[in-house]
């Protein structure tokens, strides 16, 4: 009986946490979390930015496939014109080992050099995961028919002048994934009917296409993720050349010359590369170019007017570059945009009107969602259409949130609210602990404090939803931007960070005086338990006003999202993340490291005592109380250090996380701790006994007691209502005496009272 109440307090805290990770788990099953997709033909769900990465991240690879990965505006028609190829009869009986033949085509494995022998009319060759290394000038002569050749993953180093020179009718010529250093005059010669030419994933760091000068057949030019830099890339005229690839390259510039070749080019694509100036009249001589991507460069600036040949543009990618300003005359001549990506761009410098210079846009990428309603408010699809927190009709984006932010709130204001009476209405003896647990849930020379505070956070947040109902994407950026918010931020980081303080204080102070009784500790006074508590408060404070001042005129540190809480584990690196990580990866790492230890030294402590000490008050209770409280503290700041270390690792979080960590993760210490730190206590289970409850409890003993046996007169109802709560059985007229000697493991003053 004596450990039924912190029993039926642990189990119905564990169900709690259980059912709502089960509701969690259900509500996200019928669909994918925002900023994630679904995989084909299967309940995966993959974020945003691992589609189209290169790495196949669906059980099917489905998020790599070519239609998954292209838009559809720019120019991606290559792939579906109609051709005339020529057909050809050829003799497959001679198949070498090692190959598949049919149909004029051969597929081969495993080998050191192009197998030779094969029928004469061979119109296609694959021959892949092998060691050619070098590919011979007369391993191919004898195939002139050969219209598509295959070589991907071949560790090919280096193509003989002349290769390909017998190869008049080859329309394909793949060369991805080898270690092919160079391209060179003289080493694609012969390819009078070349149509694609891919070469990407190698370590080319010059590639000299002369030999294809005046081609009218080249259309499809694939250079990705190579070594090329803006001298080495020589691109002579082309003028049936279509699209050009070259992201992941380490071109620095964009010259004047570098595409004057170029007349038909559509698409052209320099993502990821190093580029930094890109010179005024570098797109003069590409005036039907509809698709333009230069994103994740290093661009500060571009030419005032170095759009104004390319007006034909439909899709536009400049995200990803560490713009410093964006001028509207910039980008005046695109009026036929369609397609638009400003990821990772702040527009809080760009005018609203900008958008209203793109009548035909249809798709809008921001690095906000809050954005679209500001910047293009009349563009259909725009992304993100959530923060992972709100969507572009509520605050709170889903039922189960709304519903919880009430409750948790509420809980957490009333538990604290109550423990502020408690406290207050208490004579207990030990005015230091009471000063401690009133700075955890009540007020102390301030109006609102700690753990309090946290419950009007969540309540604010959830009246600023309903408020917000069905038109949060007219008022979203206002929102973020306001001080309301900030404050509403610095509330919530204040009440995140005296708690830790309080709490490892508490638990040192308790350790050093229960531990090490006989060290020369004393406990600590009144006046003392009070300035320690300003001194906590100064600090907490602080830590949460700090980057409110300091990132007061750039993007905002708590308006990060609609929730104003500064996790940073939906984009990990905003501007403050470091300080974000300071507090949550550092201060609050700390903290549940030393109330870990110190609590498991305290327990070892008592437990040493009661195997030398006639003394029992319920070895189990303690470790059971013991238990919850490490429980909590980790349930709360372990599942937020493990995201946050995630997040800043770049594993994918999704983006929907930070809503549910803050309604249901981050409030546990607050809505818990009243439970442990007051309510199980026995000192509070006794004044319940004597209160109302106590009586209608003694009064239901009685009644039941006397219709089984009589009640010996020498008891008193006191002593009665004691024996029932477990409180002392001592006559009533005997004072009850408290544990005052100390012994090596230092009880002092009370177990129960000074443990809590």
Same mark, same amino acid.
């Given at each position: ?247 992941? @390259?380490?071109? &620095?510039?964009?010259?004047? $010359? %570098?595409? +004057?070749? #170029?007349?038909? =080019?559509? !698409? /052209?694509? *320099? ?49 990803? @570059?560490?713009? &410093?300003?964006?001028?509207? $005359? %910039?980008? +005046?001549? #695109?009026?036929? =945009?369609? !397609? /638009?990506? *400003? ?70 204001? *009333? ?342």
């Amino acid at each position: 009986m004596r450990h039924k109440h912190i029993t039926i307090v642990g189990v119905s805290l564990i169900t709690v946490v259980v059912i709502l990770s089960i509701l969690m788990y259900y509500f996200n099953q019928d669909e994918c979390p925002v900023g994630t997709f679904l995989c084909r033909n299967s309940t995966v769900c993959i974020p945003q930015r691992n589609w189209c990465n290169g790495f196949k991240d669906c059980p099917e690879g489905d998020d790599e496939t070519l239609l998954n990965c292209s838009d559809l505006y720019g120019s991606w028609t290559f792939f579906y014109k109609e051709r005339n190829w020529k057909t050809a009869e050829c003799d497959s009986s001679n198949c070498p080992r090692g190959c598949n033949c049919g149909d004029c085509t051969v597929t081969c494995t495993g080998f050191t050099k192009i197998p030779p022998n094969l029928s004469g009319g061979v119109t296609r060759i694959t021959l892949v995961n092998s060691s050619l290394a070098q590919v011979g000038a007369q391993e191919l002569k004898a195939y002139t028919e050969l219209q598509f050749l295959f070589l991907q993953n071949n560790g090919i180093v280096s193509l003989d002048y002349g290769t390909f020179s017998s190869q008049t009718h080859l329309y394909w010529l793949v060369l991805s994934n080898n270690k092919i250093e160079s391209i060179l005059r003289g080493q694609l010669i012969g390819l009078k009917s070349l149509e694609l030419l891919k070469a990407d994933n190698n370590s080319i760091e010059i590639a000299d296409l002369s030999d294809l000068e005046n081609s009218t057949s080249l259309e499809f030019l694939d250079l990705n993720r190579n070594l090329l830099t803006t001298p080495g890339l020589i691109l002579p005229f082309l003028p049936a050349l279509d699209q050009l690839f070259l992201d992941e @390259n380490r071109l &620095e510039s964009i010259t004047e $010359s %570098l595409f +004057s070749g #170029l007349p038909r =080019l559509k !698409s /052209l694509s *320099l993502e990821g590369n190093y580029i930094q100036t890109i010179d005024a009249n570098a797109f003069q001589s590409l005036a039907e170019l509809t698709e333009l991507n230069l994103a994740h460069n290093q661009l500060v600036t571009i030419p005032p007017h170095v759009f104004r040949p390319v007006g034909n543009l439909t899709k536009l990618l400049i995200g990803y @570059n560490p713009f &410093e300003n964006l001028p509207i $005359s %910039l980008f +005046s001549p #695109l009026g036929n =945009l369609q !397609s /638009l990506d *400003l990821q990772e761009i702040d527009m809080d410098n760009v005018g609203e009107n900008m958008f209203d210079l793109f009548p035909k846009l249809d798709f809008v990428y921001f690095k906000k969602f809050h954005y679209c309603t500001t910047y293009a408010p009349k563009v259909q699809k725009c992304r993100p259409a959530s923060d992972g927190v709100s969507s572009l009709s509520h605050l709170l984006g889903k039922p189960l949130l709304r519903a919880a932010v009430w409750g948790i709130s509420s809980v957490t204001f *009333l538990g604290n609210a109550l423990v502020l009476w408690g406290r207050f209405t208490s004579k207990d003896e030990n005015r230091v602990l009471s000063i401690v647990i009133r700075n955890l849930a009540g007020e102390f020379s301030f109006p609102t404090l700690s753990d309090m505070l946290m419950g009007i956070y969540l309540f604010v947040i959830a009246v600023e939803d309903i408020r917000f109902r069905d038109n949060y994407n007219q008022v979203a950026s206002t929102w973020m931007s306001s001080w309301s918010c900030t404050v509403v931020g610095i509330l919530a980081m204040t009440s995140s960070e005296v708690s830790v303080l309080i709490l490892s204080f508490m638990s040192v102070e308790r350790f050093m005086l229960i531990a090490a009784p006989l060290k020369g500790h004393r406990a600590l006074t009144p006046h003392a338990a009070s300035s320690s508590m300003i001194v906590i408060w100064i600090i907490g404070i602080i830590l949460a006003l700090t980057p409110a001042i300091h990132w007061r005129s750039s993007t905002r540190f708590y308006g990060v999202n609609g929730m104003c809480f500064p996790l940073h584990i939906d984009d990990p690196y905003l501007v403050g993340w470091q300080y974000s990580a300071f507090i949550f990866l550092g201060l609050n790492l700390l903290g549940l490291i030393i109330i870990g230890y110190v609590y498991a030294g305290m327990f070892a402590s008592i437990w040493r005592t009661r195997h030398a000490t006639p003394l029992s008050v319920g070895d189990s209770e303690f470790a059971l109380r013991f238990f919850l409280i490490v429980m909590t503290d980790a349930a709360c700041w372990a599942p937020i250090i493990t995201l946050k270390i995630l997040a800043l690792l770049n594993y994918p979080v999704a983006p929907d996380l930070h809503a549910w960590v803050v309604v249901f993760i981050l409030p546990v210490n607050s809505a818990v701790n009243p439970l442990l730190y007051t309510f199980t206590t026995p000192k509070f289970r006794e004044r319940l006994s004597e209160g109302w409850f106590g009586k209608m409890r003694s009064y239901v003993a009685r009644k039941h007691s006397a219709q089984e046996t009589p009640i010996s007169s020498s008891l008193s109802n006191r002593n009665i209502v004691l024996s029932l709560s477990g409180g002392s059985k001592c006559p009533a007229d005997k004072k009850i005496t408290r544990v005052k000697s100390l012994n090596n493991d230092g009880l002092v003053n009370g177990l129960h009272d000074h443990i809590l």
